[in-house]
């Protein structure tokens, strides 16, 4: 029974290019968390899936940050025109119910911006 | 604003000793108060868990401990190990958005042969 997985695990991006973070839940998990970590601080909720539905995106930057989470396939979290300050950790966590019990956090994926 | 605040930011300590790792909280009203582990390059992992109405809650070496009327949580380690090296983060749900975890910055403790 195969944890969350994140892929890839590094990503290196030029600014202005495109990032795309995948996020497969445990087995038996629908509800998809994704929260991003800067350096030197706490983790911050960015964002709250469902199967083809987003419940939560308060915590995600107004403009360039997408996340989907379709009926087939992984979780994706898509930044766009990356910036310097884009570089942090992004750990996607996964729930069977959506009151955030049981989650279980992935390894995240480390986005450096060069 | 909900806060959550942890001391000391970083502490070394010799194998075998124990340590105490402090949470002070303004997040109100809150469901659950929870204690992570990080290792350098990992997710967090679930040590503890407990509800405000909840005193203490014990995982292996590990002890938390809640006094929901300060707002205060500590986390006690005993007989530390070389593998307890990591971050230790104190994370708060919120009653209204029990699924948005509140993360403080976590303690950093290195221990030492």
């Known amino acids: 029974n195969a944890g969350v997985m994140q892929n890839p695990r590094h990503l290196v991006r030029r600014r202005g290019q495109e990032a795309r973070l995948r996020c497969s839940p445990m087995?038996?998990?629908?509800?998809v968390y994704w929260y991003r970590q800067l350096p030197e601080e706490g983790l911050k909720f960015m964002v709250y899936?469902?199967?083809?539905?987003?419940?939560?995106e308060s915590g995600m930057p107004k403009e360039r940050f997408s996340a989907e989470f379709p009926k087939e396939g992984p979780s994706i979290l898509r930044i766009q025109q990356v910036v310097r300050g884009d570089s942090a950790a992004y750990f996607c966590?996964?729930?069977?119910?959506?009151?955030?019990?049981?989650?279980?956090f992935g390894s995240g994926t480390r986005l450096t911006v060069v | 604003k909900n806060q959550v605040e942890q001391s000391p930011q970083s502490l070394i300590i010799l194998e075998g000793k124990n340590c105490t790792l402090q949470?002070?909280?303004?997040?109100?009203?809150?469901?659950?108060l929870r204690w992570y582990k990080q290792d350098t390059g990992r997710g967090p992992v679930s040590l503890t868990i407990?509800?405000?109405?909840?005193n203490t809650k014990s995982n292996r070496r590990y002890t938390a401990t809640l006094d929901a009327d300060t707002k205060q949580s500590s986390l006690h380690i005993t007989a530390s190990q070389l593998s307890d090296s990591a971050s230790y983060i104190c994370?708060?749900?919120?009653?209204?958005?029990?699924?948005?975890?509140?993360f403080g910055t976590g303690t950093r403790l290195k221990v030492l042969a």
């Open positions: 087995k038996g998990h629908s509800h």
């Open positions: 899936l469902q199967k083809e539905n987003i419940i939560d």
């Open positions: 949470c002070n909280y303004t997040v109100s009203p809150f469901s659950n």
């Open positions: 407990m509800t405000f109405s909840e």
């Open positions: 966590a996964s729930s069977p119910l959506g009151s955030g019990d049981g989650y279980t």
């Open positions: 994370v708060v749900s919120p009653s209204q958005t029990t699924y948005k975890y509140i």
